[in-house]
């Protein structure tokens, strides 16, 4: 199975920053990698696919790039509605694996 | 609009079955692969099970194999997930979610299940 390493655990911000997660995966995903978003109480929403592909909806203040093994995910001029988890999956392979999550919080 | 209701859900005792539901609507079921996803109270997302867009196809994560069954009926645009055997480290919020080009993208709102005597 593919390990995905996901860091911080938890991040803390203020409105107008930018924020930064990263997700090293245990073998190459040939960027198969996508990033949800997931607010208490309700089901994750996948906000990019395929490393950079933003999903429809999603604001272009969210981002992510990456290659081989290694990933990241930005959010520039963090909003007050982005205070959320956030959680990468790879699905190069079954079985689909997420990492630990980052919980990102307001300082 | 996609829509995903999980029904089915509640508290069960060890060892004991459960039979979890999905209705799908606002898209065409039939052309869609289909999995569960849980998540352990306060704890990260977990991939259970995969099914392809004909049922043709399942896959499982390790630990449910052989206790866990998911199907689908593409006539009634229903997603299932039966669970037997059922172990106190399976309780959790389990979602079903849409597989459009290999990436899990629409999500039900989640089934709760409680398994404890």
């Known amino acids: 199975d593919i390990q995905m390493t996901q860091s911080p655990p938890s991040l803390s911000a203020s409105l107008g920053d930018k924020v930064t997660i990263t997700c090293q995966a245990s073998?190459?995903?040939?960027?198969?990698i996508a990033w949800y978003q997931q607010k208490p109480g309700k089901a994750p929403r996948l906000l990019i696919r395929?490393?950079?592909t933003l999903e429809s909806g999603t604001p272009s203040r969210f981002s992510g790039s990456g290659s081989g093994r290694d990933y990241s995910f930005s959010i520039s001029n963090v909003e007050s509605e982005d205070i959320a988890s956030y959680y990468c999956?790879?699905?190069?392979?079954?079985?689909?694996?997420f990492g630990g999550g980052t919980k990102l919080e307001l300082k | 609009e996609v829509q995903l209701v999980e029904s089915g859900g509640g508290l069960v005792q060890p060892g004991r079955s459960m039979k979890l539901s999905c209705a799908a609507s606002?898209?065409?079921?039939?052309?869609?692969?289909m999995a569960w996803v849980r998540q352990a109270p306060k704890k990260g997302l977990e991939w259970v099970a995969y099914?392809?867009?004909?049922?043709?196809?399942?896959y499982y994560r390790d630990p449910v194999k052989g206790r866990f069954t998911i199907s689908r009926d593409n006539a009634k645009s229903t997603l299932y997930l039966q669970m037997d055997s059922l172990r106190s480290e399976d309780t959790a919020t389990y979602y079903c979610?849409?597989?459009?080009?290999?990436?899990?993208?629409?999500w039900g709102q989640g089934a709760s299940v409680t398994v404890s005597s």
């Open positions: 979610t849409t597989e459009r080009h290999g990436v899990m993208d629409a």
């Open positions: 606002g898209f065409t079921f039939s052309n869609y692969g």
């Open positions: 099914i392809s867009y004909d049922g043709g196809s399942t």
């Open positions: 073998q190459n995903i040939s960027k198969y």
């Open positions: 395929y490393t950079s």
């Open positions: 999956l790879q699905y190069v392979n079954l079985p689909w694996t």
